[in-house]
């Protein structure tokens, strides 16, 4: 199977990809305090912990809470040069709840994020790409819309494009959904989406329509506990999921995690196996701790196999 360009199964060395995380940028709002969140600022996180350049091209208010999330994720290795302030609208927020350990949201409208722009610096960051990565809820306004799906076009036949589903009613638009499949090299899914889009868009056989027709070259369906499988037009591959071995954790962010270790492997060739085992890993060892950033120490990685032990520090910005 070849990925834009990248031949899976034929591993290439290590060394930083550059993966560019297009979206909202957000403070998760608990009841027991707020943490940083939105799930491009979760993968481009997760990118930079895994040894790559991770990179957001999103907005926030120029107020208080959008410096802080910008200070946050740039303390963490995230690229934040490439994050727009609006001067009209607030930054972001979600108000979380959590019930049985998985997460529901209520997503305030009209916030900076929804105004992205595709402006030249962010235009020039996605041609220098290996990976970009993209979602549904960003693109609920036509404003942002239009900016994403103007930086894809930039992206296609450069980078690997990755459509991460990740529906949040109820911003769900069966054309955009269709839309970005179609502007896409890979498209992830968790099991309940897989349902969902097959009702949305007509398409009964949805994972054979989007890899004839739509002609994606990879659809990921992930099951949670229960692992996940990677379906290409060579067949399908499935691995069971990682055991969470600490108490105290949460689900939050968990499939942005898998979706970051997953491109990390997609990029440098490795077989389907191998990059299901590495991100089914690395979401059990983010599930296994609070919250949808937490930090995990080189030394857990290497001994969960998510990473090798040669992997190249984290970029940090000064």
């Known amino acids: 199977m070849v990925v834009t360009g990248v031949s899976v199964g034929s591993e290439e060395p290590a060394g930083r990809k550059q993966v560019v995380a297009i979206g909202e940028a957000l403070w998760d709002v608990f009841p027991d305090g707020r943490r940083p969140g939105g799930a491009p600022c979760n993968v481009a996180f997760h990118a930079a912990q895994l040894g790559d350049r991770g990179v957001i091209v999103t907005r926030v208010g120029a107020d208080a809470t959008g410096s802080e999330l910008v200070a946050f994720l740039r303390e963490r290795g995230v690229v934040t040069e490439h994050v727009q302030r609006d001067p009209d609208r607030p930054t972001g927020t979600v108000a979380v709840t959590l019930t049985g350990g998985e997460p529901r949201y209520t997503i305030t409208e009209d916030v900076a ?50 459509y991460d589903v990740n529906l949040r009613p109820p911003y769900v638009d069966a054309a955009v959904v269709e839309a970005t499949c179609r502007a896409a090299t890979v498209v992830k899914m968790n099991a309940a989406e897989l349902e969902a889009l097959a009702t949305l868009l007509a398409r009964p056989s949805l994972v054979p329509w989007l890899l004839d027709d739509v002609g994606v070259q990879a659809v990921c369906v992930t099951r949670g506990p229960r692992g996940a499988t990677l379906f290409t037009t060579e067949g399908a591959v499935s691995e069971p999921g990682a055991e969470i071995r600490a108490a105290g954790g949460d689900t939050v962010g968990a499939g942005d995690a898998f979706t970051a270790a997953m491109i990390h492997r997609l990029v440098r060739g490795a077989a389907p196996e191998v990059v299901l085992r590495t991100a089914n890993g690395y979401a059990a060892l983010v599930s296994s701790r609070a919250g949808a950033m937490p930090g995990i120490a080189v030394d857990d990685l290497t001994a969960a196999g998510v990473i090798s032990p040669a992997r190249p520090p984290r970029e940090v910005q000064g």
């Open 113 to 162: 994020w929804d105004h992205l722009e595709a402006i030249p610096n962010a235009r020039s960051c996605v041609r220098a790409a290996d990976a970009v990565v993209i979602g549904s809820l960003a693109q609920r306004s036509a404003v942002s819309r239009t900016a994403i799906h103007a930086l894809v076009a930039e992206a296609r036949g450069r980078a690997t494009i990755v």
